[in-house]
């Protein structure tokens, strides 16, 4: 159901966890979250993101490895792990600060947003605002789970819930694109006007939907009906929307090395930090229903 954010198999262990959580947390919500010393070699496993995330749209990868090599060492913290697998939420720091990670996971649905996703990137954009800590999306989606199950289930409610919560965050949002970003998903995780900052890398792809079947559905062409013409239409595709097209509108802020991303993060967040009222929130998400 989700009303659980995390399993464990002893009572020392729930001690454990209640402490290590409340660790990302301040004291109450009219203080900025604790910091901490950052762990020696935090900056290590970023340098090897290129081993991380494949560039083919079409391979799987696990993106919590993704967060774990981005925020400093051993400090992640995930939440509803079992709940809503096609999107991960996962507190860390960065630089020492807590940060709440929002990032779509492949390994599940091919990363696809389905209900339960939704209302798991909601609750937690929530918790994030109320308490100050600055989020962070790293995207990878090709679009939400649609169809009868998704209509039974009230998706359309639930997409609008989260983007009218995620147009009342205060905190710093930053988005950072790593390879698909189809739909009406391009804006819910934080695209265009809904980020502080977006950031893409090199293998961004900004369509509504992967290039081979757009060709299909914006030219009524398969492959097998001539190929030489469907290939150049590919390739026009590609070029429209990539991310040096959504660059050059300005949609997206930066386009960078994925080796750089940790960096890229730390600086930005310090940036946009000022703008906050001795670090905190406006908290207009404060009585925010979470549990529907």
Request: hydrophobic share 40%.
């Amino acid at each position: 159901s989700g009303l659980v954010d995390l399993a464990v198999d002893t009572d020392q262990q729930v001690l454990d966890a209640v402490k290590r959580f409340l660790s990302y947390m301040p004291a109450h919500r009219m203080e900025a979250p604790p910091e901490h010393p950052v762990t020696p070699g935090s900056d290590d496993a970023c340098r090897n993101m290129l081993e991380l995330v494949p560039q083919e749209r079409n391979k799987v990868y696990d993106v919590r490895k993704v967060v774990s090599a981005v925020a400093d060492k051993d400090s992640c913290f995930e939440l509803k792990e079992r709940f809503g697998r096609s999107i991960a939420t996962v507190l860390a720091r960065l630089d020492g600060k807590s940060v709440g990670f929002i990032a779509n996971n492949p390994m599940h649905k091919g990363g696809a947003l389905d209900a339960d996703a939704c209302q798991k990137a909601t609750g937690f954009m929530v918790m994030c605002d109320s308490f100050n800590i600055p989020i962070v999306f790293l995207v990878d989606v090709p679009g939400f789970l649609i169809g009868v199950e998704g209509e039974m289930r009230g998706m359309p409610g639930k997409v609008i819930n989260w983007m009218n919560a995620l147009s009342l965050v205060t905190v710093p949002r930053i988005t950072v694109i790593m390879r698909k970003s189809y739909g009406q998903a391009y804006i819910n995780m934080g695209g265009g006007s809904n980020a502080d900052e977006v950031a893409c890398w090199p293998s961004a792809d900004l369509g509504f939907m992967d290039p081979r079947v757009s060709v299909n559905v914006l030219h009524g062409l398969k492959e097998q009906d001539d190929p030489e013409r469907f290939r150049q239409l590919v390739a026009e595709v590609d070029r429209d929307t990539s991310p040096w097209e959504l660059a050059r509108l300005y949609a997206a802020q930066h386009v960078i090395d994925p080796r750089d991303t940790r960096d890229f993060l730390v600086r930005m967040i310090a940036v946009h930090r000022k703008r906050m009222n001795n670090g905190l929130s406006e908290h207009k998400l404060a009585n925010w229903p979470t549990s529907y």
